[in-house]
């Protein structure tokens, strides 16, 4: 289930550690497009890259093998220009001979589509960037950052005859480390893993054969997408902060892993590993490790499955996902939650994301004191739409200050009247017709709140609470009990 292996990871080269592919953001950048030839005289091809740089590294180029343009190639030797190396032309359907030229630039060690295409070819992955993004050990452009070194390399492909075609700026999907920001490098690394094929058919399984209810509905898709798509889980990472991971070494390349009842090996050469755990890793557990497992504790038994979890949708794949997979895998088959309830966001009255660099933050304790914490707990409930984020502003909050004061005030003016919260209700004969119609009026709308509730529908409710309130019991019936006093 869990195992070690040097495979490409994303890499961030300011936080220094590997992540997951769930942790990185996706937004288009201005790049650029440069074609450049590889080979010699008639033994020539043009790929194209938005990475230069990477070159450095290539260890082949590949073609379809149903493309009639390079079949003369096809397990020739071609020169990589700025290096003493030659490298194979090799045919691959993983390339689609109808984008670009038909031909691309493999880099095992620095992508991951071309580490598979290196892993079907047997082709060597030489690494040209240390944990920094810098160049190494490659004459002239040893030590450049990787953007330097794109120029860099661009210019010495010019300067040779090289570059066919360059297109700036081409905008592209480029990866980003969702704590910093930077830019991520894929990088060949040892690392952490968890075969995830199964655990992940299982998890989707659940919620395709309703042991697992998804609400709202339509976040099934969002789910399977994930989980049928997932591809094994690198778990280590390289930080301070973290469950270390509980593996020692050996000096003649022992591995032990060390459970929690076991003995640390000691002696002149051992070392635990430095890496710590995905910190999603340890939350996935959380369902079971919780409650004494494995010792099939009471607690255990009591709260496993949990019957509804809520949280936001945008943890859906960090940890409800993991939950799932990991419940199920312990848990004999059992699930960890019967419902998955799914919220959205809070976000600015124009529905932006509030961020301290936007300017648009609001910390909920100045509104609380400005406003108390009633207003806005039922504002919240008020734009909590099941899936949807909640648009949240100053004046709205104002505006469930001022229906818990209509609401004070009514109260009050019931209490002065001689209205109490005591004993039963008078028989309907011994009512008038106003009490007769509003306690009809409530009894309708508990039953609608309560179906509403076990629906998670929170703002229809919150609404057929405040209309209720504020359209029926204060515009109505309390001006109508007025003639009674």
């Known amino acids: 289930l869990i195992y070690r292996a040097e495979r490409i990871i994303n890499w961030c080269p300011r936080c220094l550690t590997a992540i997951s592919d769930i942790e990185v953001e996706y937004q288009d950048d201005d790049g650029e497009l440069v074609s450049m030839k590889y080979g010699e005289g008639d033994d020539t091809i043009v790929v194209a890259t938005t990475?230069?740089?990477?070159?450095?590294g290539d260890t082949a180029v590949a073609v379809h093998p149903d493309d009639e343009r390079y079949k003369h190639l096809v397990g020739k030797e071609i020169r990589l220009p700025l290096t003493d190396r030659s490298i194979p032309v090799v045919a691959d359907t993983h390339v689609d001979p109808e984008f670009g030229t038909g031909a691309v630039k493999v880099t095992p060690a620095h992508d991951p589509n071309d580490f598979e295409i290196g892993q079907?070819?047997?082709?060597p992955s030489l690494t040209v960037m240390d944990e920094h993004a810098?160049?190494?050990?490659?004459?002239?452009f040893q030590g450049l950052d990787r953007l330097e070194a794109r120029s860099a390399i661009v210019a010495a492909l010019r300067a040779e005859g090289r570059i066919v075609a360059e297109k700036?700026?081409?905008?592209?999907?480029?990866?980003?480390?969702?704590?910093c920001k930077t830019t991520i490098e894929p990088r060949l690394s040892m690392q952490w893993w968890v075969k995830v094929g199964p655990l992940a058919k299982a998890a989707g399984d659940a919620v395709r054969d309703g042991r697992v209810k998804i609400h709202p509905q339509e976040m099934e898709k969002r789910y399977f997408d994930w989980v049928d798509n997932l591809h094994d889980w690198c778990i280590s990472r390289q930080l301070w902060w973290g469950h270390r991971i509980p593996v020692w070494y050996g000096p003649n390349g022992e591995v032990v892993c060390?459970?929690?009842d076991d003995e640390v090996p000691t002696g002149e050469g051992w070392h635990q590993d430095?890496?710590?755990?995905?910190?999603w890793f340890s939350s996935g557990l959380w369902p079971f490790s919780t409650l004494g497992w494995p010792e099939q504790t009471e607690s255990l038994a009591k709260f496993y499955p949990n019957s509804v979890l809520v949280t936001g949708y945008d943890i859906l794949f960090f940890w409800v996902a993991r939950m799932m997979m990991f419940g199920l895998y312990a848990m004999d088959g059992t699930p960890p939650f019967h419902t998955i309830a799914l919220h959205g966001m809070v976000r600015d009255q124009f529905g932006k994301k509030m961020s301290k660099s936007f300017g648009n933050a609001v910390n909920p304790l100045d509104w609380m004191d400005k406003y108390g914490s009633d207003a806005l707990r039922f504002t919240l409930a008020r734009g909590a739409n099941p899936g949807v984020d909640v648009p949240i502003g100053e004046d709205w909050v104002q505006g469930s200050r001022n229906f818990a004061n209509k609401i004070w005030n009514a109260t009050r003016f019931a209490l002065m009247n001689g209205a109490t919260v005591d004993g039963p209700l008078p028989e309907p004969s011994a009512m008038s017709a106003t009490d007769r119609w509003i306690l009809s009026r409530l009894n309708s709308v508990v039953a609608e709140v309560d179906a509403l509730y076990e629906d998670f529908q929170f703002a229809k409710l919150s609404d057929?609470?405040?209309?209720?309130?504020?359209?029926?019991?204060?515009d109505w019936y309390v001006e109508l009990s007025k003639t009674t006093f």
């Open 51 to 56: 990475r230069a740089e990477t070159m450095l």
């Open 120 to 123: 079907r070819h047997d082709l």
């Open 134 to 140: 810098v160049i190494t050990a490659h004459g002239p």
């Open 168 to 179: 700036r700026p081409y905008v592209h999907s480029v990866g980003h480390c969702s704590r």
């Open 258 to 260: 060390v459970g929690p």
């Open 274 to 279: 430095t890496d710590v755990l995905d910190t």
């Open 464 to 474: 057929a609470l405040f209309h209720f309130a504020w359209d029926e019991v204060f």
